[in-house]
Nanobody, 126 residues
């Protein structure tokens, strides 16, 4: 059974940092693209960051503005999201996703991903 389990969310003050982790199990994900998306109540799930299987291509949403860094460790089947300079607007549930696509427009869209975690809540206080 394929599982993606996020961790590392929590409450942080504005300007602070958090590091999210996503552990994948059930099969090897070393050939999948992996990414992070986020969602707030009543809104669509938005793309945050994605990384191809080799790590050779990385994509970020414009609102990341150099604050977030995605990375992966294929040996551990784990992807990370380092989030710095957090603002209250970053408050959301963050979801990890994996997909077999490699096209930029596929792996940066929620509909292009095949597997999802249950999410981890990030709350940034002002």
């Amino acid at each position: 059974q394929v599982q993606l389990v996020e961790s590392g969310g929590g409450l942080v003050q504005a300007g602070g940092s958090l590091r999210l982790s996503c552990a994948a199990s059930g099969r090897t994900f070393s050939s999948d693209a992996m990414g992070w998306f986020r969602q707030t109540p009543g809104k669509e799930r938005d793309f945050v960051a994605a990384i191809t299987w080799s790590g050779g291509r990385i994509y970020y949403a414009d609102f990341v503005k150099g604050r977030f860094t995605i990375s992966r460790d294929n040996a551990k089947n784990t992807v990370y999201l380092q989030m710095n300079s957090l603002t209250p607007e970053d408050t959301a549930v963050y979801y990890c996703a994996a997909g077999q696509g490699s096209n930029k427009y596929t792996i940066t869209a929620a509909g292009g991903m095949d597997y999802w975690g249950k999410g981890t809540l990030v709350t940034v206080s002002s």
